[in-house]
């Protein structure tokens, strides 16, 4: 099935040359996708980033510092709005947000596109298979997400910081503004439940590197715990509370 051009990929990258080619070669493949953007976030790399990214056919938005997902997601939709807008598009976009490691894995994302595609939700959100790389860590940080949307709106995440999400504009649109940082996908869940928006979860075969057990990697992980706890205390989750019932539509 043959589908017009009604969807945007959105990449946020920082210091991925090693992979953004292949993920934005992947994310172009998919049916009805006629513009990808990359967001360079300050990545400091001498431009490799930015460089392979737009060689491989991608709209390349550059911060010039590092600012955090969050912001490179928002920067990436309104390089999107504005395209539309000397287009004089008539029907927005979808918006589909990929991480810039998948590789080749990106063109696997057609499963999330459908269910927004078809008005049968407004975000869709990718289940990742068991990833071929080691590592990773504790699950402090997934249980701290999934914990804080079950109290704030009832909603079971299965991977809650899963970055793979499709939405309609109306759904992003009620997000505004995203969380900071790495806080991105606890608030998007959050707050797109919250405006009576309907949610799915879609298994898609991804795969991405996985963050290991060095120094480095704790730190990141502190990181999003931080960010994670910051996108629940400003989105006022009570500590204790019974969930409310999710009535998503």
């Not at 990929?9 to 210091?15: H, M, P, T």
């Not at 390089?79 to 008539?90: F, L, P």
């Amino acid at each position: 099935m043959t589908h017009s051009a009604d969807t945007a990929v959105v990449i946020s990258a920082y210091r991925e040359s090693e992979r953004i080619g292949a993920t934005v070669d992947g994310a172009r493949s998919l049916p009805g996708i006629d513009l990808v953007i990359v967001v360079d976030d300050g990545s400091q790399d001498e431009g490799a980033t930015a460089r392979i990214a737009r060689e491989h056919g991608a709209i390349v938005v550059t911060h010039a510092r590092n600012r955090g997902k969050g912001a490179a997601m928002e920067t990436g939709a309104a390089a999107v709005a504005a395209i539309e807008a000397r287009e004089r598009t008539e029907q927005a976009r979808m918006l589909l947000f990929l991480d810039a490691d998948l590789e080749e894995t990106a063109g696997n994302a057609a499963p999330l596109i459908e269910p927004v595609r078809d008005g049968e939700a407004g975000m869709t959100i990718a289940i990742l298979p068991p990833q071929r790389t080691t590592g990773g860590g504790h699950g402090f940080v997934v249980k701290l997400a999934k914990d804080g949307i079950r109290r704030a709106v009832g909603f079971e995440a299965t991977q809650p910081l899963s970055g793979q999400r499709c939405l309609s504009r109306a759904a992003f649109e009620a997000a505004l503004p995203l969380a900071h940082g790495f806080g991105v996908e606890t608030g998007l869940t959050i707050d797109v439940v919250r405006a009576g928006i309907r949610v799915r979860e879609v298994e898609a075969e991804f795969q991405h590197r996985v963050t290991g057990t060095d120094f480095a990697a704790q730190v990141h992980r502190g990181r999003q715990y931080r960010d994670v706890a910051l996108a629940l205390a400003t989105r006022s989750v009570p500590a204790n509370l019974r969930p409310a019932t999710w009535r998503g539509r």
